[in-house]
């Protein structure tokens, strides 16, 4: 069964507004969670690491004011898109791992945000 | 060039068929390696995990990684319509640890009945 909850599964919104992304690890802690963009046939892209306590790490390009997360549970990571341009349209997904390694990394179902 | 290569396809065939997914791979720091498959608008699902080079079979799935060649493949024998899913490769350079995977771009496969 699904171990990585993601919410919402997809949301609208108007440009210049700001929609927050819930990932929750269910049943075990997650001091680290990952936040990836995946556009249309395209490959996933990590944009950030989530540290719970701690700043996130962010990936080259990826704009940190823009894009915020909050980890402030070992069960909860938040990604809020501020200001949402049309540019920022993409399926947003997130992973955290069972065990604290690769082999038990699991992914949330994955966000569809279309910005008007 | 990027690091990880996967022909996005599409690839269609007919149920029963035996399907071959491949991905090559840059970095030879790479050590473990991944199959996931995505449905569309959903997460991805880890359906192969291996270490090192060498053959690891599940079920249908049988995935082969070559390091000489910095070469990975997935088979699925005996393909059903409900394997019709994006396939993306993933690899990393840690294990036991976590660590940022690299994926490939996804083959989207059709199998027909």
């Known amino acids: 069964g699904a171990v990585v909850s993601q919410h919402p599964s997809w949301v609208i919104c108007k440009s210049g507004t700001s929609v927050k992304i819930e990932c929750r690890s269910l049943d075990f802690q997650a001091t680290t969670m990952f936040w990836y963009r995946q556009f249309p046939k395209q490959s996933l892209m990590l944009m950030a690491t989530s540290n719970e306590g701690s700043k996130a790490t962010y990936e080259q390009g990826v704009e940190k004011d823009k894009f915020l997360i909050n980890h402030a549970s070992l069960t909860l990571s938040t990604l809020t898109v501020t200001s949402a341009h049309p540019e920022d349209s993409s399926f947003y997904i997130c992973s955290a791992s069972v065990t604290g390694t690769n082999e038990k990394l699991f992914f949330g179902s994955g966000t569809q945000l279309s910005v008007l | 060039q990027k690091e990880v290569e996967q022909d996005p396809g599409p690839l269609s065939v007919p149920e029963g068929a035996i399907v071959s997914l491949n991905c090559t791979y840059s970095n030879s720091a790479f050590q473990y390696f991944m199959w996931y498959r995505q449905y569309s608008r959903k997460g991805p699902e880890l359906l192969m995990y291996?270490?090192?080079?060498g053959n690891k079979e599940d079920g249908r799935f049988t995935a082969q990684v070559d390091k000489s060649s910095k070469y990975i493949s997935l088979f699925i024998r005996d393909s059903q319509p409900s394997d019709s899913a994006t396939y993306l490769c993933?690899?990393?350079?840690?294990?036991?640890?976590?660590?940022?995977?690299?994926f490939g771009r996804g083959t989207q496969l059709t199998v027909w009945p």
């Open positions: 993933a690899m990393s350079d840690r294990g036991s640890t976590l660590g940022r995977l690299y």
């Open positions: 291996t270490y090192s080079s």
